[in-house]
């Protein structure tokens, strides 16, 4: 089946840093990616939609400059979160949609602790 | 405002029982619904999904029901298994105003009981 992948799987960086979150569909291509975000003992929180070639569409409350999306290839979406700080700590997973099977598949997640 | 709702946090089955969860949606532009399992620290994976178009779509234990007139649809697990003990999500997906929208509901977390 279909696999989305993400790059890297856990991080630790120092507050101030930015981190770059890769996430790749392996065996598709996909026009439309998906950001989420998923705080302990909560849903998945959709963060921003990622469009090839043109810009994300951010979710209300979702600083756009904070987390910065670039879709530069139909299998590639990055999310950069810049300037991090232990409140950004938490748990990102992407997802890329099919679009000739109507279905999205999401990728393993991304830890990232911020200290 | 929540678009997507799945009312039941939690729910404990016995096994060989049969799971039900259940997600109601509130916006008649939704046209296609999934339903994801998780475990914890996973990204969700893929269950089943069902078009607007059906009332029922079917794949080995996991039945998905729609419900459009009420806007609700579940998911039926039977018989239930250890292994389905996980954290369940429903989506639901749709074009309004030349945006796609997917939508998460909140999730139910199911334990089955050996």
């Known amino acids: 089946g279909a696999v989305v992948s993400q790059h890297p799987s856990w991080v630790i960086c120092k507050s101030g840093t930015s981190v770059k979150i890769e996430c790749r569909s392996l065996d598709f291509q996909a026009t439309t990616m998906f950001w989420y975000r998923q705080f302990p003992k909560q849903s998945l929180m959709l963060m921003a939609t990622s469009n090839e070639g043109s810009k994300a569409t951010y979710e209300q409350g979702v600083e756009k400059d904070k987390f910065l999306i670039n879709h530069a290839s139909l299998t590639l979406s990055t999310l950069t979160v810049t300037s991090a700080h232990p409140e950004d700590s938490s748990f990102y997973i992407c997802?890329?949609?099919?679009?000739?099977?109507?279905?999205?598949?999401f990728g393993p997640g991304t830890r990232l602790l911020v200290l | 405002d929540q678009q997507v709702k799945q009312n039941s946090p939690s729910l404990s089955v016995q096994e060989g029982r049969i799971s039900i969860l259940n997600c109601d949606y509130t916006n008649s532009m939704f046209d296609y619904f999934l339903w994801y399992k998780k475990y914890p620290a996973e990204g969700p994976t893929f269950l089943i999904s069902i078009s607007s178009i059906k009332d029922k779509n079917e794949d080995g234990r996991f039945t998905v029901f729609l419900n459009k007139s009420a806007k609700h649809l579940s998911l039926h697990i039977v018989p239930s298994q250890p292994g389905d003990s996980a954290v369940y999500f429903c989506?639901?997906?749709?074009?309004?105003?030349?945006?796609?929208?997917?939508?998460f509901g909140t999730g139910t977390r199911l334990k089955v009981l050996a």
């Open positions: 997802s890329a949609r099919d679009p000739t099977l109507e279905t999205q598949y």
């Open positions: 989506a639901a997906s749709g074009v309004s105003s030349g945006t796609y929208k997917y939508i």
